[in-house]
T-cell receptor, first 107, second 117 residues
């Protein structure tokens, strides 16, 4: 069983749609991270959360510590948002990663 | 700042050969990590380091070795390469202060695509 589960695995949306990607985890964490991996392979960190909600532009990340669940929302999606979104949890010194959600936004 | 740099970008090895993947960061981060990413799988932690001279195993350490003689550098050594080590390897760094509970995001290198034939 994976420590981090993401859903959906694949997601196709029309430009402008509101998108939600979910992440559930089974371990105690000190922080949860959302990462974006571009088609070229580079990985960038979008958010680091230990409670509540964070917003950067059109991206919103929430976490519910009691339910061990986080969501990443993209408002007014755009083709340039097409990427793989990865949820990761930090348990002290170690990190565990979900398998990613592949998002394609069609113009 | 260059951030996290990795060399080489691509490499093909024959079974049984050895090589070192280089990783350097210029952000004075104390934590550094090596991950591998296989198709359709999440990133898996190979080794990590909490500071110069200190390393520890992650989830999938077999077949690899690391060292951390300086804050900046964290090379990953593959001895006796095997086809199962064909993967994309990412190095990352972050800053973590356990007493204060301060930690920041991970910064990733561009990756090394390794094929073992």
């Amino acid at each position: 069983k994976n420590e981090v589960e993401q859903s959906p695995q694949n997601l196709t949306a029309q430009e402008g749609e509101f998108i939600t990607i979910n992440c559930s985890y089974s371990v105690g964490i000190s922080a949860l991270h959302w990462l974006q991996q571009h088609p070229g392979g580079g990985i960038v960190s979008l958010f680091m959360l230990s409670s509540g909600k964070k917003k950067h532009g059109r991206l919103i990340a929430t976490i519910n510590i009691q339910e061990k669940h986080s969501s990443l929302h993209i408002t007014a999606s755009h083709p340039r948002d097409s990427a793989v979104y990865i949820c990761a949890v930090n348990t002290g010194n170690q990190f565990y990663f979900g398998t990613g959600t592949s998002l394609t936004v069609i113009p | 700042n260059a951030g996290v740099t990795q060399t080489p970008k691509f490499r093909i090895l024959k079974i049984g050969q050895s090589m070192t993947l280089q990783c350097t960061q210029d952000m004075n981060h104390n934590y550094m990590y090596w991950y591998r990413q296989d198709p359709g799988m999440g990133l898996k932690l190979i080794y990590y380091s909490v500071g110069a001279g200190i390393t520890d195993k992650g989830e999938v350490p077999n077949g690899y070795n690391v060292s951390r003689s300086t804050t900046e550098d964290f090379p990953l050594r593959l001895e006796l390469a095997a086809p199962s080590q064909t993967s994309v390897y990412f190095c990352a760094s972050s800053y973590f202060m356990s007493l204060a509970g301060v930690y920041n995001e991970q910064f990733f290198g561009p990756g090394t695509r390794l094929t073992v034939l």
